[in-house]
Each structure stands twice: as C-alpha cells, then as structure tokens.
C-alpha cells in the first residue's frame, strides 16, 4: 500500500472508532451538559493534518455515522453537514504545526461552539427540541479539553503516514487536486 | 499570524486581476454539504431514510454492544460503587411502596365499585438488557439496548430499571433497539399523583434531566417528593399502570398560578442507565419469551 493509501485506512479507522467510542464511552460519563464531541475533535485533527477536503469528506462520514447509528433520533443529515463544515473549516488553517498550545484550544474552542450553535440552529429550523443555552458552555470547555489531547495525537499519526519527500512542506490532500 | 486561511495566501501570490479558477470552496465539498442538506429534507419527509436508519441500526447496534462489553469495565467502575447502596435503598423502598400499593389496592377496591385501576401486583413479563450506548452528539435522551425483535422487543415496549420507568422502544432492530428516556422533550407520560390520584402528564424537561409535570387541574395541591406514578395505556402499551415515573422535587408558583412548574425527578438515574428491564406484550406466544424474577 501507498502511503497515501495508508492516511485513508487511518483516517477511516480513526473516524470508525471515534464514532463508537462517542456513543459508547463519551456520550455515557456522568459529566453536566452535552456528551463530549470525541468525533468532533477527530475531524478537526484530519482537517488541520489532511486540508479542506479530507476535512470535510471525514466530518460528513463521522457526522452521517452518528446520525444513522442508534440511539441517535435528530433529523439525518445535521451532524453530517455540521461536522462537515468545520472538518473543512480545519483543513483551511494554513500551518498546523505551527500553532502553539494555546491558538489549538481557541481554535478547537471556537469551532466546537460554531458546531453547537450551528446544529441547535438547524435543530430549531427543523422543529426538533433544542437544548438549553447552558450546554453551550459545557460543550465547548469538554471539547476544548478532549482537544488538546486527542488533535495532536491524530495530526502526528496522520504526519508520520506522510510521503517522505512532502514532509517537510505544508501538504495537505487537497493540495495534491491542483 | 499562523492561522491564515490558505486561499488568502494563494490570492497574494495569484497575479491581481487574474481571476480565480477554483472556488473558494472545493466542489467535493459543496457536492457534500448538498448531500447533507438534501438529507434533511429527505428524513423531515421519511420515508427513504428510514431504510438508512434500519441499516444503521442493524449494523451500528452489535458494534456498540461489542464494544460496550469489551470497554464495558471502564465507563461503568464508578457507578457499580454506588448502585449497590443505592440498590440497597431501593429494595427498602419498593417493600414499603409494595405495601402501600397494596392497602392502596385494597382501598380502591372497597371504595369504588369497579375493577382496581392499578396492576402495579400483577407480574411484568419483561427481559433484562444491557445499556450499550448513548445519545452521541446532541442530547443525551436515547440510549441503545442489546435487545431487538429476535428477543420479543416491539416498537412502544416500555422499559424499566431499578423498579421504575424509564423510557419507551422508538426504533427496533434485530438485536438492539433505541430508548426513548423519559427525560427526552418529546416523550410524555399519562401520570397520576399518589395520594391525591391526581391527572397529569410528564413531559421531558428542557435541561433532560427532569420532567415537567403538567396538571390537567390547576387547582390541585401538589406536595414535595409525592410520588407520581403512570396512570396506563390502554393494553398497557407502551405504558402498564402504576409503574414509578419519580418523586415531585421542585414546586415554583403556587396553587392556581398560570405558570406553577412542578418538577419531577426520575427515580432512577437516567444518565447512568446500566442494565434496564424490557416488558414483553403479553400473551404472546408466537415468540420465545423468558420471564426474569
């Protein structure tokens, strides 16, 4: 296998496990607010290590997943087109390795309350029952928190997957399109 | 700055005036974002994504539950300490409801000439399964049991845990269903109060971790930790009679007030459902059916 082909069968093992991880673990700690994002925070780091399309091709995978597994019962399609936007989101931040502890938590911060206010929104435009505001809150220190652990740990195994000659360059799958 | 979006540097470099060829957005990702949106439209419809739903279940449902027993230990280690002193408490209390239900009964009997509304005596069939999931991304009101219509399971089958109730089947697949918990903002339960026998129904509350009670007469006097219990559904589908939905914790307004928010308290856990109980239609002998004590 190519390494390119590797980066695929990781991502896909790491969406998978994420997905069941979030229903089984994540989603059944007794912590206050919504289940923490693990599937969130996963896409966010394929998008920063792979670039805007892996980002969005793996947030609408992860997201359809979540929507379609049990116990799941939201309109299908809304964790699909909400992970999907800030997988590409991710994948539009120019140099990952740069960013410094700190800007990877604003970040992570920042998108995972785009994330609530975007599928509460979309719950609310859809006539599901929407959530209290104060969930908003305790979703995004939780996945904040989850970030700052799991991103890396993702960006690194997907960098090490990198073909040799484009690791040093910012590469990114998207780029390859060009 | 390190965080640039990538086309603004791309613009810097492209020569001014030459227009761009790709848009800001890559088409595989706006065919995408379609998808998604088109499948919103498709499920308010139903129809189709039902089937997406079934397949999701059917193949979603044993990943769960084989993950569930093989991480199993982790989720649950701090919740075992405590269920056996809570377990503990809860025999205590349904001995004493058992009596109080059976004066009650006995009561009932004596004082209206008619058959006694609640069967709370009359044995459940029901069998036990294991909590294997939970609601994943935006509410926490759904669980996945490792029970499906191989076990007897059918859509509106009520489901108990430690002796009270605590959600209904939605969705049924072959070896696993969803719950709906009472807790969730579309599930409602015809209640009564202990005591005064009071109408009302339990709807879930907008934090999903109580429930609202609605009184059908404003009047009533309503006391803390009364307990409210299901009045039945006809057939005892999806709800049989006299089933422990919690205890009123929480009064705001007083009697009579337009706006009096009483709020129950489920009596068991709901965010820390390990095993729960499944009530099997009666008399059905078409299926294979094992009967828990």
């Known amino acids: ?178 | 700055m390190a965080v640039t979006t990538r086309v603004d540097s791309k613009q810097q470099r492209r020569p001014a005036g030459k227009p761009s060829r790709r848009s800001r957005v890559p088409i595989p990702v706006l065919i995408l974002g379609l998808v998604a949106l088109s499948l919103m439209l498709l499920d308010l419809q139903g129809g189709v994504t039902g089937y997406l739903r079934q397949a999701g279940m059917t193949v979603g449902g044993p990943m769960q539950s084989w993950a569930n027993s093989a991480l199993g230990v982790i989720p649950t280690l701090p919740d075992q300490r405590v269920n056996t002193e809570e377990l503990q408490r809860d025999l205590t209390i349904s001995q004493q409801r058992e009596v109080e239900l059976q004066l009650q009964v006995d009561q009932l009997r004596e004082q209206l000439d008619r058959r006694a509304v609640d069967p709370a005596g009359t044995e459940l069939e029901t069998i036990s399964a294991a909590v294997v999931a939970a609601g994943p991304l935006l509410s926490r009101t759904t669980v996945t049991v490792a029970a499906g219509r191989n076990d007897g399971v059918d859509l509106d089958t009520a489901v108990l845990a430690g002796n009270a109730l605590v959600g209904r089947v939605s969705e049924v697949g072959r070896t696993s269903s969803t719950v709906q918990l009472l807790t969730d903002p579309d599930s409602g339960v015809g209640v009564r109060l202990q005591g005064s026998r009071e109408l009302a129904l339990a709807v879930g509350g907008t934090d999903q971790q109580v429930l609202d009670l609605q009184l059908f007469d404003p009047l009533v006097d309503v006391e803390l930790g009364q307990r409210v219990i299901t009045v039945g559904s006809p057939d005892g589908r999806p709800f049989p009679a006299g089933l422990v939905v919690g205890d009123v914790t929480q009064i705001n307004g007083v009697v009579g007030a337009p706006d009096r928010a009483v709020v129950i308290e489920p009596k068991t856990d709901l965010s820390a459902l390990d095993e729960v109980l499944l009530v099997l239609p009666e008399g059905d002998g078409a299926r294979e059916i094992r009967q828990q004590p």
């Open chain 1, 1 to 178: 296998m190519t390494p390119k082909q590797w980066q695929y069968l990781v991502m896909a093992l790491l969406i998978g496990s994420a997905v069941i991880l979030q229903a089984v673990v994540a989603a059944r700690l007794p912590l206050p607010g919504p289940p923490l994002g693990l599937a969130l925070v996963v896409v966010i780091g394929i998008g920063l290590a792979g670039g805007t399309t892996a980002g969005a091709a793996s947030g609408f995978t992860a997201g359809l997943l979540l929507d379609v597994m049990p116990p799941a019962q939201t309109t299908l399609g809304i964790s699909a087109f909400v992970l999907l936007m800030v997988g590409a989101l991710a994948g539009r931040v120019t140099d990952p390795r740069g960013l410094a502890p700190a800007q990877l938590a604003g970040l992570t911060g920042a998108l995972a309350g785009l994330v609530w206010l975007i599928s509460q929104g979309l719950l609310w435009l859809l006539g599901d029952p929407v959530a209290p505001w104060s969930w908003l809150l305790w979703f995004v220190l939780g996945t904040t928190l989850i970030g700052s652990a799991v991103i890396p740990a993702v960006t690194w195994s997907l960098r090490r997957l990198e073909p040799a000659g484009r690791r040093r360059r910012r590469t990114k799958i998207a780029s390859a399109a060009r």
